[in-house]
């Protein structure tokens, strides 16, 4: 690949560059800066490549023959290594998006999974809490029944035993609040990883937007 400083060079070491005259040179080192100066930009290079060749095309009466073929060298080389340039940050670019874009849905997918299989516990947790508290609930209503059979037993006894009760169905209702909660927060961020799989479905639908935008630039 032959670059714009090494196509300035080699027209100032030939011997037939230096019989042509100034105005010559000096028209082929603006087409040279003109080319050179043009940057990166896929858009840009392309309409300023466009018009390196018109100036060319034009400068071709005032130029010798060695020097019209160095020109015609240096926008061929030029041009070749634009067309490279082109597929190689079209790939890269479509591959980045598209690693970024499926490692973020993995991401949510496991989020989601996740999400799932605590759900599925806090079920679980939660008939096991319901369970627990009718049997609690049983046993108070039991000892309730059961109290004027027991007059006898001792007062502590009984409040200790009807303490324990107490504070075991106040335990088990929260333990059902706490259920509740978690079931409530659960759901908040289903609602919350919806709105991420939307916003990715739209970054996706630009994304493909994007890629034909550009390979409909890079067929021109």
């Known amino acids: 690949m032959v670059s714009i400083s090494e196509v300035k060079q080699r027209e100032s070491a030939c011997p037939s560059t230096a019989d042509a005259s100034v105005t010559a040179a000096d028209d082929r080192l603006v087409v040279l800066d003109f080319v050179e100066s043009s940057g990166a930009d896929v858009s840009d290079l392309e309409e300023k490549l466009r018009d390196a060749h018109s100036m060319i095309a034009q400068l071709q009466t005032n130029i010798s023959e060695i020097q019209h073929k160095e020109l015609a ?3 061929n080389d030029l041009n070749e290594e634009f067309e490279k340039y082109k597929e190689v940050t079209s790939a890269n670019t479509q591959d980045n998006n598209n690693q970024d ?13 996740e999400y799932e299989e605590r759900y599925e516990m ?17 046993e108070f209503e039991r000892l309730k029944t059961g109290f004027a059979d027991v007059r006898d037993q001792k007062d502590s006894d009984m409040s200790i035993e ?5 504070i075991a169905l106040d335990q088990a209702k929260q333990d059902r609040d706490r259920l509740r909660a978690d079931v409530d927060k659960f759901r908040s961020t289903i609602e919350g990883i919806d709105v991420e799989l939307d916003a990715l479905r739209v970054s996706n639908l630009r994304l493909s937007q994007e890629n034909e935008r550009m390979g409909s630039i890079i067929d021109r």
């Open 162 to 166: 009807v303490d324990r009760l107490r």
């Open 122 to 138: 806090c079920k679980r947790e939660n008939l096991e809490t319901v369970a627990q508290l009718e049997r609690l609930s049983g």
């Open 73 to 75: 060298q240096a926008y």
């Open 101 to 113: 874009l499926t490692r973020r849905i993995d991401l949510l997918k496991a989020n989601l999974i």
